[in-house]
């Protein structure tokens, strides 16, 4: 296991409804396509029931600007943004505090719920419950502790098994990481979920695999093909 994430697995009491687990896949991905395509601010987001919880919120996240999220700037100061490195100009991102915690945030919630970010908007901590996989670092241990009490539910069989396959897809992709050849694979958690989730019809395609990941012909096979398949996607998730 990389020092960036740890294995997850729900505890037996997790008391959180996550909501339909075939709802909830279809939903991640119209937001990771809608964030890849360039989504106008306020569209293609996740719904989470986040309740009172904003661990995100205070766990050193740097949070993405996109030239399109002209709200949220009307109220960030600007002393506070600075150039996204590696990303087009207009890309920006908004630092935290000495705590971890973002700017925006006070006693009452965040200041500018109603105007915050797209990468806000599309962040869902059900994808680590999803994957299987969270963040190891020692500030983001309320987001893996609010992920391990997420409980997804299941509308069939199909459901259920599409969950276990897209966990077992983000293991093998976790050992592919692990390996040589293979060094510009995320390395973080969150950017190894959203990868995952984009792969998600690939792990579909090469279930029979899968199913056979321990043996040494079907792992090299499995590692070529989502490697072949990582490096074909158009962008490389972001933090």
């Known amino acids: 296991m990389t020092p960036e994430l740890i294995l997850l697995e729900p505890a ?9 687990f075939s709802d909830w896949l279809s939903g991640m991905i119209r937001a990771i396509q809608g964030d890849r395509e360039g989504d106008r601010e306020g569209e293609g987001g996740s719904d989470v029931p986040c ?17 399109s999220d002209t709200d949220a ?46 990468t806000c908007r599309t962040y ?18 309320d987001v893996s502790a609010r992920a391990g009490r997420w409980r997804f539910s299941y509308r069939d ?8 396959l897209l966990k077992t897809g983000t293991r093998v992709l976790v050992d592919l990481q692990q390996s040589d050849g293979a060094s510009e694979l995320p390395r973080t958690a969150t950017q190894l979920a959203l990868l995952a989730v984009q792969l998600h019809a690939h792990f579909l395609a090469l279930a029979p695999l899968l199913a056979r990941r321990d043996e040494a012909d079907a792992k ?19 933090p």
Do not use: W
């Open 51 to 67: 309740g009172d919880c904003d661990a995100c919120c205070r766990s050193g996240y740097f949070i993405n600007l996109k030239p």
């Open 157 to 164: 069989d199909e459901s259920r098994a599409l969950h276990q």
């Open 124 to 141: 869902d901590c059900r994808i680590f419950a999803a994957t299987g996989i969270a963040e190891s670092a020692a500030e983001k241990a």
């Open 12 to 20: 037996d009491d997790a008391d959180l409804p996550a909501g339909e």
């Open 220 to 238: 090299a096979a499995l590692h070529a093909r989502l490697l072949e398949a990582a490096r074909g996607l158009m962008l490389v998730p972001q």
């Open 73 to 118: 700037r009307r109220y960030i100061p600007a002393a506070l943004l600075f150039d996204a490195p590696g990303m087009p100009p207009g890309h920006q991102v908004l630092g935290h505090d000495e705590a971890g915690r973002c700017p925006m945030l006070d006693s009452a919630g965040c200041k500018i719920y109603a105007d915050r970010p797209h």
